[in-house]
């Protein structure tokens, strides 16, 4: 399994980006995806998650209302729509394959494997 995450970099507080992660090696429709992220000397945390079928995805509180999550299945690639982008969000993203199809979790342990990590920089 391969996951290759981009679209990270540098953004003014405010602004947006949109990152990707194209999966191979694996039956795509077959797990849920997980977006996480790690600021500098802070534990690995869970920002969203989308089932297989693309509904009922989950988000942190902290990115309620900025962040959404989706997904084509056909190209076998995940995004993470990033607006309104703040300082604390500054952290490399990483995706995430899950074990399951459907059971989505904020917790880096339902994963099992991993893409390389984008770094996004929010700062003016």
């Known amino acids: 399994v391969q996951l290759q995450a981009s679209g990270g970099g540098l953004v003014q507080p405010g602004g947006s980006l949109r990152l990707s992660c194209a999966a191979s090696?694996?039956?795509?429709?077959?797990?849920?995806i997980g977006w996480f992220r790690q600021a500098p000397g802070k534990e690995r945390e869970g920002v969203s998650c989308?089932?297989?079928?693309?509904?009922?995805?989950i988000y942190a509180d902290s990115v309620k209302g900025r962040f959404t999550i989706s997904r084509d299945n056909a190209q076998n690639t995940v995004y993470l729509q990033m607006n309104s982008l703040k300082p604390e969000d500054t952290a490399v993203y990483y995706c995430?394959?899950?074990?399951?199809?459907?059971?989505?979790?904020?917790?880096?342990?339902?994963?099992?494997?991993w893409g390389q990590g984008t770094q996004v920089t929010v700062s003016s």
């Open positions: 995430a394959v899950g074990m399951s199809s459907w059971y989505c979790s904020e917790v880096p342990d339902d994963f099992t494997s």
């Open positions: 090696g694996l039956t795509f429709v077959d797990h849920v």
């Open positions: 989308i089932p297989s079928s693309g509904t009922n995805t």
